[in-house]
């Protein structure tokens, strides 16, 4: 049951409550008086004002029970009360008496009223009431129609001498405690089943969201709330346990960041001093004359400049790489066709490839439409191939190149036949600097950055990159990006 349905039953209950509880005060003092009677106590007019209340609580009985058809036992636990010593009680229907009760020594009075207030009381269809109190002598008459029949209710009492309520009064008294107990329990019992009903159920949820905030707040990610209700709390708990799982994920992905970062800084500061190193001591060579010949000269300039590019080359990679984590904003898309683009940089490439030693197989899929970039799908495409030519362990290495579309994804593969990499290094191959310790060792003609920029490149155009081994050896690499329509798609959806 939600909190909000609670709710709504504790306010419905709070407006029954004063019912219940004027019921049961009714019922109190309703069941006291039949216990007060049965007891062998009665009630006596005391005053006009006790004799107008007792004739008051008859009528409205008596009357009561004539016009719904009922039987006069069913009001005669009420008469019972009054004192049947002091006082008489008639009804009367159309003149015969059909009840009598108490001491009929006060017949006569009754007559006597009778006869005194005939002219005075006509028969009509409405009420007619009649009240004397004369020298501590009380005499009541009503009338009533009631489905055509006239109904007479005579009532006469005298005041008791040497006689006193003090009895009911105690009793009234001692009912009046114990209703004021039973208030107050009553009270407080609905009280303590409020707290439970409501308030438990919003004080324990929290208290658990406490619980777990100060989990979160010692460092303890792993932390995960329990709540089998299903209320208003439910998608605060969801979302608090999805919270510390993101913020788990967060650390994790911060300290796997701060490790690569930490690895990349070493990689940049290796890879910068290595040529840095050559071109200084070629330089010192030259300036202690150690080249002392025109040709030694030279060679050693030329060294100089192949470190150089070396340098430039690196630097130029960082900073697209840098230019890539800006994102599409600096590097736009547009629509391209895939196999086109492919062969055109096969094209424009093809002889210094083949002059250090490459050797094309292709399968272009005519028309494969992509959103993408034409400078990113260039450098992918240098880079993958750069890669192969640079790990290649014969003096030819064949490269393998298809495009093609499969269930509504624009595929691009670029596989060769050199020597592959170790398993356990295919899943850290896209890392900026990661080299292997065989195939991947030899760094004097790269940056390290080759394959970091193509992954990069590749998920800038919601691309998704596959490396895998080829059998019997080789590295092949897979990039699946979404069709120009589907393209479209994925960026309303994200």
């Known amino acids: 049951m939600t909190i909000r349905m609670r709710m709504i039953l504790s306010h419905i209950l709070v407006c029954v409550l004063p019912?219940?509880?004027t019921l049961f005060v009714l019922a109190s003092s309703l069941a006291g008086l039949i216990l007060y009677a049965k007891a062998g106590n009665h009630v006596m007019p005391e005053s006009d004002y006790q004799f107008d209340t007792i004739t008051r609580a008859l009528?409205?009985?008596?009357?009561?029970?004539?016009r719904h058809g009922g039987d006069p036992q069913d009001f005669q636990w009420l008469v019972d009360i009054v004192d049947p010593v002091q006082t008489?009680?008639?009804?009367?229907?159309?003149?015969?008496?059909?009840?009598?009760y108490g001491n009929e020594a006060l017949r006569g009075d009754i007559i006597r009223m009778r006869l005194g207030i005939r002219d005075n009381i006509g028969i009509d269809k409405s009420n007619s009431i009649f009240s004397l109190t004369e020298n501590g002598n009380y005499d009541y008459m009503e009338r009533q129609l009631i489905r055509g029949h006239e109904y007479d209710l005579y009532v006469a009492a005298r005041q008791p001498v040497g006689r006193n309520d003090n009895a009911i009064e105690k009793a009234f008294q001692e009912a009046n405690k114990f209703v004021g107990i039973c208030l107050v329990i009553f009270i407080l019992g609905t009280s303590w089943f409020l707290s439970r009903f409501l308030i438990r159920r919003i004080v324990n949820p929290l208290k658990?969201?406490?619980?777990?905030?100060?989990?979160?707040?010692?460092?303890?990610?792993?932390?995960?709330?329990?709540?089998?209700?299903?209320?208003e709390f439910t998608p605060v708990m969801v979302a608090f346990n999805l919270m510390s799982e993101k913020l788990k994920e967060s650390l994790e992905e911060r300290e796997k960041d701060e490790e690569k970062r930490k690895e990349l800084i070493a990689s940049i500061s290796h890879d910068i001093r290595t040529p840095l190193?050559?071109?200084?001591?070629?330089?010192?060579?030259?300036?202690?004359?150690?080249?002392?010949?025109?040709?030694?000269?030279?060679?050693?300039?030329?060294?100089?400049?192949?470190?150089?590019?070396?340098?430039?080359?690196?630097?130029?990679?960082?900073?697209?790489?840098?230019?890539?984590?800006?994102g599409e904003k600096v590097l736009p898309q547009e629509s391209i066709n895939l196999s086109h683009?492919?062969?055109?940089?096969?094209?424009?490439?093809?002889?210094?490839?083949?002059?250090?030693?490459?050797?094309?197989?292709?399968?272009?899929?005519?028309?494969?439409?992509?959103?993408?970039?034409?400078?990113?799908?260039?450098?992918?495409?240098?880079?993958?191939?750069?890669?192969?030519?640079?790990?290649?362990?014969?003096?030819?290495?064949?490269?393998?190149?298809?495009?093609?579309?499969?269930?509504?994804?624009?595929?691009?593969?670029?596989?060769?036949?050199?020597?592959?990499?170790?398993?356990?290094?295919?899943?850290?191959?896209?890392?900026?600097?990661?080299?292997?310790?065989?195939?991947?060792?030899?760094?004097?003609?790269?940056?390290?950055?080759?394959?970091?920029?193509?992954?990069?490149?590749?998920?800038?155009?919601?691309?998704?990159?596959?490396?895998?081994?080829?059998?019997?050896?080789?590295?092949?690499?897979?990039?699946?990006?979404?069709?120009?329509?589907?393209?479209?798609?994925?960026?309303?959806?994200?």
């Open 88 to 100: 008489y009680v008639i009804l009367t229907r159309d003149g015969e008496v059909i009840y009598g």
């Open 208 to 231: 658990e969201l406490k619980r777990g905030s100060e989990e979160i707040q010692e460092g303890n990610l792993d932390i995960h709330l329990h709540y089998d209700r299903f209320d």
């Open 59 to 66: 009528s409205m009985d008596i009357f009561h029970t004539m």
């Open 277 to 326: 190193t050559s071109i200084r001591a070629y330089v010192e060579g030259l300036l202690d004359n150690v080249a002392d010949t025109p040709e030694r000269r030279k060679k050693y300039l030329l060294v100089i400049q192949k470190k150089a590019d070396v340098l430039e080359r690196m630097i130029e990679q960082l900073m697209l790489l840098t230019k890539m984590d800006v």
């Open 341 to 494: 683009l492919t062969k055109e940089i096969i094209d424009e490439n093809k002889i210094s490839w083949e002059k250090s030693g490459a050797e094309f197989e292709t399968f272009l899929e005519d028309n494969v439409p992509i959103k993408g970039s034409h400078l990113l799908l260039e450098r992918i495409m240098e880079n993958l191939v750069t890669n192969s030519l640079k790990y290649k362990t014969e003096e030819k290495v064949k490269i393998f190149v298809t495009v093609r579309k499969e269930k509504g994804r624009a595929i691009f593969n670029l596989a060769d036949d050199g020597p592959g990499v170790p398993e356990e290094a295919l899943g850290r191959l896209l890392e900026a600097f990661y080299r292997t310790d065989k195939a991947r060792s030899r760094t004097e003609n790269g940056s390290g950055l080759g394959l970091a920029i193509v992954n990069r490149a590749a998920s800038l155009m919601h691309g998704e990159i596959k490396v895998e081994n080829r059998k019997p050896h080789g590295l092949s690499f897979t990039i699946s990006y979404p069709l120009e329509g589907d393209h479209d798609k994925e960026n309303t959806d994200r």
């Open 19 to 21: 019912i219940i509880m």
